[in-house]
């Protein structure tokens, strides 16, 4: 049997979710302490964050059809939301796959202190639908989000590997 993580420095991990959370808001070279229980005993390590093998590689561009060549959504930066603390990048091929959608914006970062994190926004959601319209990129949300009136609430339709959730966010009054 391999080995259960329990804890990323000082935070209890209870799914593989929110360990992938945890991590996505650290970057390659971070040191984190895991406490780990191994063949029946609890032990800690401490281990430097380093990228997967298949991170580094090239690989082809595909476009919204899953062709290759051209551009698509998967050369767009990642979208910042500094004043609801968080922040979308484009969704992988894998993450379609695993969280059976077509398109939307993964949530790569999320500032635990923010109000994304207070309303249970959490790294590694997809945003599928922000209001009644249907999020396919970081950009569309960018969109969305840049036509709300401040201190309106948005109702975000959100896709884990788990199901679906609804998350509601307010836009500050002074803006995105």
């Avoid at 945003?127 to 950009?139: C, V």
């Amino acid at each position: 049997m391999g080995d259960v993580i329990l804890d990323l420095d000082g935070h209890e991990v209870s799914t593989s979710n929110e360990l992938q959370g945890y991590i996505a808001l650290r970057k390659v070279g971070d040191n984190v302490k895991l406490k780990i229980w191994r063949d029946g005993k609890f032990i800690e390590k401490n281990v430097r964050l380093e990228a997967r093998a298949t991170d580094t590689k090239t690989t082809a561009s595909l476009d919204r059809k899953g062709r290759k060549g051209g551009s698509d959504e998967t050369d767009q930066a990642p979208v910042n939301f500094e004043k609801l603390g968080f922040s979308v990048g484009t969704i992988t091929e894998n993450i379609r796959r695993d969280y059976n959608v077509s398109g939307g914006a993964l949530v790569t970062k999320r500032d635990p202190y923010g109000e994304a994190a207070k309303r249970g926004l959490a790294p590694m959601d997809v945003i599928i639908k922000a209001g009644d319209r249907d999020i396919n990129s970081p950009e569309d949300l960018k969109s969305y989000l840049a036509n709300v009136s401040p201190g309106d609430a948005v109702l975000l339709q959100v896709r884990t590997k788990d199901g679906r959730r609804l998350v509601s966010v307010q836009v500050p009054k002074g803006g995105l």
